[in-house]
């Protein structure tokens, strides 16, 4: 474990930081969400995605706004992240990341690895991804019973060995999200992919948002969280590249210990979103509600959106609660992840106080 009083520091630093941040924002990832349209409807999906229609931007509109972006803010610094739903479902997404790839951008997919084969994984290489990451939500029954696919887990693990001896990509990650019911194998997940050729396994916790709070039999016990860092942390001390997700404020228990730096909510702040319909959002895992909306790249420049608005982000949320504010590690935490607020009550839904610390 790192020293208590050099975590401080860090932490103070990191404050700091992000109090420059705010005025002066740095847009590092932008989320492209292609399509709310997906093959599998996983229980904890924030976007409630699946079989729906959904309001879907043109190639040639994705091209406009690139170009625009690429004239305004430059594309050095600045990775396009590809969302869905299930993007390969886009009949256009190699007219629509060959245009990215040409125009310069370095950009990475999150996918369910289902309509990925020998071929895809060429051609995913041909239009320049560098990164993706694929959902592993468990062993076999396990992941299929959680994204309601049967034969999913198959068709992603098949698809990962495509990417693997088809691509050369810079990384090629698998991502699980725990629950409840699949805690317990974690020790056994990581004896499967520790024999696979990935380069990091990312876990995360099933959070209380979207499809989700359908199923709170699902969410991770007190208990449950305790297993799960130490689990990581166990696999980080033995070099293994094990890592949790960027939400949420650890503790200086556990900040720094289960992934590679420290806690940092950075939408609004190095994060952008385009969602489906061209909205211009920040992190596309908070709350869709009106007020979030900043603009829409049809009809907005979107370099004077990200300098002139998403005020509502640039502020600490522990401001809004009573109970927070009194919090003695509210400089850290800042209120926590936007994600995870429930901003009809203006509290957190999940806190790791009393829980981690």
């Not at 990215?100 to 041909?126: C, V």
Request: with cysteine.
């Amino acid at each position: 474990m790192l020293d208590v009083n050099m975590k401080r520091t860090h932490l103070e630093q990191m404050r700091d930081y992000r109090t420059t941040l705010m005025k002066k924002p740095q847009l590092r990832n932008l989320f492209l969400e292609l399509t709310l349209r997906c093959n599998e409807r996983c229980l904890h999906c924030g976007s409630k995605c699946g079989e729906v229609s959904s309001d879907e931007l043109t190639a040639e509109q994705y091209r406009t706004f690139l170009t625009q972006l690429k004239e305004d803010m430059s594309t050095k610094g600045k990775m396009l992240d590809i969302t869905g739903g299930e993007p390969l479902l886009r009949k256009d997404f190699f007219d629509i990341l060959g245009a990215a790839n040409e125009l310069g951008f370095q950009w990475g997919m999150t996918s369910n690895g289902t309509l990925i084969d020998d071929h895809i994984a060429r051609e995913l290489k041909k239009v320049g991804m560098k990164t993706i990451s694929i959902s592993i939500d468990g062993l076999e029954e396990t992941h299929d019973a959680f994204r309601r696919t049967p034969g999913g887990y198959k068709k992603a693990m098949e698809g990962i060995e495509s990417l693997i001896r088809n691509g050369g990509f810079e990384h090629v990650q698998v991502t699980t999200v725990v629950t409840h019911k699949s805690i317990g194998e974690l020790d056994e997940l990581f004896s499967i992919f520790n024999e696979m050729d990935i380069d990091s396994w990312r876990v995360v916790n099933m959070e209380p948002m979207g499809r989700a709070k359908t199923f709170p039999e699902l969410l991770l016990t007190d208990d449950d969280y305790r297993t799960l860092f130490e689990f990581i942390r166990s696999k980080r001390i033995a070099g293994e590249p094990v890592a949790y997700g960027c939400s949420h404020y650890l503790g200086m228990e556990y900040e720094r210990e289960v992934r590679d730096w420290y806690y940092l909510c950075t939408a609004g702040l190095y994060t952008a979103s385009i969602s489906t319909n061209g909205d211009i959002v920040a992190c596309l895992d908070i709350e869709r509600r009106p007020e979030f909306v900043q603009g829409n790249i049809i009809r907005d420049r979107f370099s004077e959106v990200w300098e002139n608005k998403f005020q509502i982000f640039r502020r600490d949320l522990s401001d809004d609660n009573a109970v927070c504010q009194k919090c003695d590690q509210k400089e850290f935490c800042h209120g926590d992840s936007f994600h995870s607020w429930d901003f009809d009550k203006n509290e957190p839904q999940l806190c790791f106080k009393d829980i981690l610390f």
